[in-house]
C-alpha cells in the first residue's frame, strides 16, 4: 500500500508560479509511474501530467504543455509539479496519483491505484 500526502497548494495570482510536491510512502515508488490529474468545480478529474519511473519520460495535456513542469525525486520518494505563467483556468484541486501496474508514463485515469487526498490551487485573475 502507498500513501501519498500533497502539499504546496494555495492562492496565487495570475501569471504567477507554484510548484506542488506529492511524497510517498509505503511501497517502491522509485519502480512506479506517478502523475497529476487536478479537478475544478463541477468537472470531471483530468489528466496533468505524468513520468516514468525513472523520471526520463513525460506527458502532458495540451492545455498545461509548456507551463508545467512534472519531476521526481526517487531517492526522496517524491514527485513534483512545477506550474508557471498560472491562469484562472488552472483553479482546480489537483491530485498526486502513483500506478503501482504501470512503469512507462501513463495518461489514463483508471490505471493509478494510488491517490492522494489533493490539495486545493486557486489562481485569481
Known amino acids: 500500500q502507498v500513501q501519498l500526502v500533497e502539499s504546496g497548494g494555495g492562492l496565487v495570482q495570475t501569471g504567477g508560479s507554484r510548484r506542488l510536491s506529492c511524497a510517498a510512502s509505503g511501497g517502491t515508488f522509485s519502480i512506479y509511474a506517478a502523475g497529476w490529474f487536478r479537478q475544478a468545480p463541477g468537472k470531471e478529474r483530468e489528466f496533468v501530467a505524468s513520468?516514468?519511473?525513472?523520471?526520463?519520460?513525460?506527458n502532458y495535456a495540451d492545455s498545461v504543455k509548456g507551463r508545467f513542469t512534472i519531476s521526481r525525486d526517487n531517492a526522496k520518494n517524491t514527485e513534483y509539479l512545477q506550474m508557471n505563467s498560472l491562469k484562472p483556468e488552472d483553479t482546480a484541486i489537483y491530485y498526486c496519483?502513483?500506478?503501482?501496474?504501470?512503469?512507462?508514463?501513463?495518461?489514463?485515469?483508471?490505471?493509478?491505484?494510488?491517490w492522494g487526498q489533493g490539495t486545493q490551487v486557486t489562481v485569481s485573475s
Open positions: 513520468i516514468n519511473w525513472s523520471g526520463v519520460s513525460t
Open positions: 496519483a502513483v500506478s503501482r501496474r504501470y512503469g512507462s508514463s501513463v495518461r489514463d485515469v483508471s490505471l493509478y491505484d494510488y
